[in-house]
Nanobody, 124 residues
Framework: QVQLVESGGGLVQPGGSLRLSCAASTLDDYAIGWFRQAPGKEREGVSSISARYGNTWYADSVKGRFTISRDNAKNTVYLQMNSLKAEDTALYYC???????????????????WGQGTQVTVSS
């Protein structure tokens, strides 16, 4: 099972940017997703990237502001977050789903490994 460690969270003002990193023990044949969970709310999908072909998906709430990318040589997936809003405040998790295709995992149940999360707080 792949191990995942998130980093890059912090406190940022509205309109600011952060780049989250998800370091994996291996990225070979794994699709990666980013999720977030705010206090009192369910965990929700934010973005995902396929193992092959670079297919991506974004939640409507972050489309045009967030960009997901992967560097297989570094076993790392990034989530660049721009134009941050207070409602983006949450604990952000990355997760891995085994795949050797362009499949984009959609639901939480598709993922088999999870990181511990990194806190993002957007506040003035």
């Amino acid at each position: 099972q792949v191990q995942l460690v998130e980093s890059g969270g912090g406190l940022v003002q509205p309109g600011g940017s952060l780049r989250l990193s998800c370091a994996a023990s291996t990225l070979d044949d794994y699709a990666i997703g980013w999720f977030r969970q705010a206090p009192g709310k369910e965990r929700e999908g934010v973005s995902s990237i396929s193992a092959r072909y670079g297919n991506t998906w974004y939640a409507d709430s972050v489309k045009g502001r967030f960009t997901i990318s992967r560097d297989n040589a570094k076993n790392t997936v990034y989530l660049q977050m721009n134009s941050l809003k207070a409602e983006d405040t949450a604990l952000y998790y990355c997760a891995a789903a085994w795949s050797n295709t362009g499949w984009l995992p959609y639901s939480i149940g598709d993922y088999e490994s999870w990181g511990q999360g990194t806190q993002v707080t957007v506040s003035s």
